[in-house]
């Protein structure tokens, strides 16, 4: 374990003495009472200070936490598919990302109630430079994924943390969730980075990547908010993008990011997990694509289509789309109740007289719409 000691989680034995070095930590300390509110601090310190594992903390506090979350701000969480999975099973989580927090906590809840193994998460480590979000990140079994390294730091960087994934699905038999991209999806238009594919084969060794990719056994799973709470911070980098200018993150940008997709309005909420990608779909790419690269975008491909088959579409995602058109395509998907509060949610949030911001706007909502059109014309 000694070349993951930079990236991996708690260990057990390493909860209580956190808890006790970090429990009257203000942010600790708001973050506790959020989950408790209805208990005194002495009575939350004793219940926190009664975990001696990861899965404690996670099961006695953060499962309260999200609870908190979604009674506050949402208007409930449903998910589909996993039946299908089997209990004693670790499974390679690939999900579309929308929050930096909320995509993997969610999937947290949703397999400790249908009692499947938790997962071990991903995350930038430029997301936790503070001290209290490392510890909370680590205590929530969250493991490091190094950025803003050189071109030879990184690939040395990659090919440990291939390693550290395997070692905690195959021997640990840890389920592990990474989402499909660096950086959450900003425009709605939710497609894997074949580096994120690639990054995972480094650890294959003399398996083929079929071989090793069914071993693992990766899971696609969409994500579905009706309304993102962070639309409008996410507008300054679409915009950026769109106008092919430079985009430089604020200081505070990510953490505030997290702050509002915690307690923002996200309306309801849908996590579905797909199918296992089993050895016959791997085998049968490998014959129709040659190289690797050509191998590994046909399976981020085939992960954008499962992703997007199970995406929740809501009413504001195809009124979205028919505001983009002009038209009324998807009218029987909505009501008109449900479009004026979409078009005032739409006056209150941007500059309507700005025809680029409103375009842009909308197809956050409208791209999971697009995609499985695209998705169902081209299986015709």
Not at 64 to 79: A, H, I, M
Not at 195 to 222: C, H, N, Q, R, T
Not at 271 to 295: M, P, R, Y
Not at 310 to 339: F, G, Q, R, V
Request: aromatic content about 8%; proline content about 3%.
């Amino acid at each position: 374990m000694s070349n993951f000691e930079d990236i991996r989680f708690f260990h057990d034995h390493e909860v209580q003495p956190a808890l006790r070095q970090y429990v009257k930590h203000p942010m600790i300390k708001a973050l506790l009472q959020f989950s408790f509110p209805d208990k005194t601090f002495e009575e939350i310190e004793e219940i926190t200070l009664s975990c001696n594992s990861i899965r404690d903390f996670q099961t006695r506090i953060i499962y309260n936490s999200v609870q908190r979350v979604l009674e506050k701000s949402s208007e409930g969480l449903t998910y589909s598919g996993f039946d299908k999975l089997e209990k004693d099973q670790s499974y390679m989580y690939i999900s579309n990302h929308r929050d930096i927090i909320l995509d993997t906590s969610l999937l947290n809840c949703v397999l400790y109630e249908t009692d499947l193994r938790m997962t071990a998460s991903a995350i930038g480590d430029n997301l936790v430079k503070k001290p209290f979000l490392l510890l909370l990140s680590r205590i929530n079994r969250n493991f490091l994924v190094q950025r803003g390294l050189g071109p030879r730091e990184m690939l040395k960087s990659s090919q440990n943390l291939s390693e550290y994934i395997k070692h905690l699905l195959l021997e640990e038999q840890r389920s592990v969730w990474m989402a499909q991209r660096e950086g959450r999806t900003k425009d709605g238009n939710d497609t894997t980075q074949q580096g994120v594919l690639k990054m995972l084969a480094m650890a294959k060794g003399d398996l083929s990547i079929p071989e090793y990719f069914s071993k693992i056994k990766i899971v696609p799973v969409a994500i579905s908010y009706e309304f993102d709470p962070t639309d409008v911070l996410k507008m300054p980098e679409i915009m950026a993008r769109r106008m092919e200018t430079t985009y430089v993150k604020s200081a505070n940008e990510d953490f505030n990011s997290i702050m509002k997709g915690a307690l923002g309005n996200k309306g309801r909420i849908h996590i579905s997990a797909g199918d296992v990608l089993d050895e016959n779909l791997f085998n049968e790419l490998e014959k129709e694509f040659a190289s690797t690269n050509d191998l590994l975008k046909a399976i981020a491909s085939k992960i954008d289509d499962k992703i997007h088959t199970n995406y929740k579409l809501w009413p504001a995602n195809y009124i979205a789309l028919d505001l983009i058109n002009n038209d009324d395509t998807y009218s029987s998907h909505y009501t008109i109740k449900e479009k004026r509060q979409f078009e005032r949610r739409l006056t209150r949030r941007i500059d309507v007289k700005n025809s680029l911001e409103v375009n842009s706007y909308l197809l956050m909502y409208a791209n999971p719409v697009i995609n499985l059109e695209v998705l169902n014309e081209n299986e015709i």
